[in-house]
Nanobody
Framework: QVQLLESGGGLVQAGGSLRLSCAAS????????MAWFRQAPGKEREFVAA????????YYADSVKVRFTISRDYAKNTVYLQMNSLKPEDTAVYYC???????????????????WGQGTQVTVSS
């Protein structure tokens, strides 16, 4: 079935950039919306960005709008999160999530997503 693997996390200074990748494997290509969430220690998981199956619709949390960009590569079955102008408050474990096949619309609710990666750590130093 669907498996998601995040990569690209690491340690970066404030103002720096990182690009996270989420590679889907173990399944045939499907029409699914995908998203990124994050969770800091002691805090609840929060929405970051989402993208429709077509890639034509994207949504961002206010805290990351303009600074972050979500995109996808259909040939590689991969979703990306380009993070620029990083701030210490962006420090968290970032999770990739996918809806089931034929759920093409993006959503900011974690309830809308059926498959999750294990997460990749992003640490931004001040």
């Amino acid at each position: 079935q669907v498996q998601l693997l995040e990569s690209g996390g690491g340690l970066v200074q404030a103002g720096g950039s990182l690009r996270l990748s989420c590679a889907a494997s173990g399944r045939t290509f499907s029409r699914n919306a995908m998203a990124w969430f994050r969770q800091a220690p002691g805090k609840e998981r929060e929405f970051v960005a989402a993208i429709s199956w077509s890639g034509g619709s994207t949504y961002y949390a206010d805290s990351v709008k303009v600074r972050f960009t979500i995109s996808r590569d259909y040939a590689k079955n991969t979703v990306y999160l380009q993070m620029n102008s990083l701030k210490p408050e962006d420090t968290a474990v970032y999770y990739c999530a996918s809806r089931k096949s034929n759920n093409v619309l993006p959503s900011s609710s974690s309830r809308s997503y059926d498959y999750w990666g294990q997460g990749t750590q992003v640490t931004v130093s001040s």
